[in-house]
């Protein structure tokens, strides 16, 4: 199963200050003990951009790089760089929830999750739930 990863689950796996670090620990423990039916993730620049600075801030800039350096080093995660087309879908999405308080990223995440059939999202983010995406962990 391929499997959209958030900065929020990015972060927490680095970020063994954060509050979800535990539970994202956990799911990449039983990922590489292959017990889940995770196969891969998929994830995009904008959310590797926010993770690295989110862990920049709250634990360190050597953290961040850390995590920056695995993620693209990683032959797990694939990261899709956003490209006029992706921007474009994230924008429609953007302004067609007004009621919504997503965030640009999220609608940017929620169009490459759509573009890629990908229904799952390892987030800690309430806003994939909102947007029909089933979560992990």
Known sequence: MLVFVDSSALKANYDARDDCHAKAAELMRKIAARETEISSFVTTDYVLDEAVTLTRFAHSHGKAVELEEATL???????????????????????????????FTDCVSFAAMKNHGVKTAFTFDAHFRQAGFAILP
């Open 73 to 103: 080093a990683s032959r797990f995660v694939k990261l899709i760089y956003c490209d006029q087309g992706l921007f474009l879908d994230g924008m429609e999405v953007f302004k067609s929830h007004s009621d919504e308080e997503w965030s």
